[in-house]
């Protein structure tokens, strides 16, 4: 007797159809919105930072970092916000910045509110830089400047986890070029490869992390939580919701090996709301148990959840 093909199979030849007849173009190209915290330092301060909104904005919106020209359909939010906490001389400034990216998830037709799945957000909290209004912000491959390589930094690794989410590991060479800013010769190592202590990881620690083949089953976890998850559920939506719980767990299993997970703390950081609300209509409340065991750090939004799901 012909057995019968195990759904999860099925499902997967689907989603491979629908790549190969869709002509499916990911973007790259990102729509960068900046803000400023400008409130602890002085007013004289505030005056010198008076085009460092605009100036970011237009580096990353029109300079190219993608190797391939994209449908812009599919550009990518992002959202840089600098908090400026000290001044140093005339021209440095210590700075916190929060980094922030999302992008639209897959529907079989296009709808003019599309969902938006969050994919990368980090904190950073040791930046230092100069910057003048009379600074030239061109891009350079080759020469190390402390704003600049850290605004090309964070570009790769936006660019990294987008194409990690269209294709297993598909980010590589985008996560090289993050990796081969922190081995440029630097004067100011700390956040780029010396952590300062804490629990934060340097720029360096965390792209050798995710390049570490320790981590490729988080990839994959990664790219089957997106592409056969999020973007999946206007095709079946039961599957896709089996195929998130099975990411997950593939991504818990390398948590649980790894003695740090920088990365996976970052997934969590970024997607715990969404992987809370995604279950709300799955039916079984006993899920959200099984969410915080993968994730304890946040299982107060599973919780309430829990409340909510129906």
Not at 69 to 93: A, H, K
Not at 265 to 280: P, R, W
Request: positive net charge.
């Amino acid at each position: 007797m012909r057995q019968k093909m195990h759904p999860r199979y099925f499902f997967v030849i689907i989603c491979i159809i629908m790549i190969m007849s869709s002509g499916y173009i990911k973007a790259q190209d990102m729509q960068v919105v900046v803000t400023l915290n400008t409130e602890s330092i002085s007013a004289d301060s505030r005056d010198r930072l008076s085009s460092f909104k605009q100036q970011v904005e237009d580096y990353l919106n029109k300079n190219k970092f993608h190797e391939k020209r994209l449908d812009p359909d599919y550009t990518i939010p992002v959202q840089m916000n600098f908090s400026f906490t000290s001044v140093s001389g005339l021209d440095g400034y210590n700075v916190k910045l929060i980094v922030q990216s999302q992008r639209k998830v897959y529907e079989l037709i296009k709808t003019n509110s599309p969902r938006l799945s969050p994919m990368f957000r980090i904190l950073d909290e040791r930046i230092a830089f100069t910057y003048n209004k009379s600074m030239s912000f061109i891009r350079n491959d080759q020469r190390f400047d402390p704003l600049i390589s850290l605004l090309d930094y964070y570009t790769y690794m936006i660019l990294g986890y987008d194409e990690d989410s269209y294709f297993p590991k598909g980010g590589n060479k985008y996560f090289q070029k993050a990796l081969d800013i922190c081995n440029k010769p630097i004067s100011d190592k700390n956040g780029w490869t010396e952590t300062g202590g804490g629990s934060k990881p340097s720029r360096l620690q965390l792209v050798e992390e995710i390049l570490s083949t320790k981590f490729d089953d988080y990839r994959k976890g990664y790219f089957e939580y997106e592409w056969m998850g999020m973007d999946s559920l206007t095709v079946i939506k039961s599957h896709a919701l089996r195929n998130i719980l099975f990411a997950l767990e593939k991504i818990d299993k390398v948590k649980k090996n790894a003695v740090r997970a920088f990365n996976i703390d970052i997934f969590f950081d970024t997607k715990n709301k969404e992987i809370a609300d995604v279950f709300l209509d799955y039916g079984d409340r006993a899920v959200y148990d099984k969410l915080s065991q993968f994730d304890p750090a946040h299982r107060n939004e599973y919780d309430d959840a829990r409340q909510r799901a129906r």
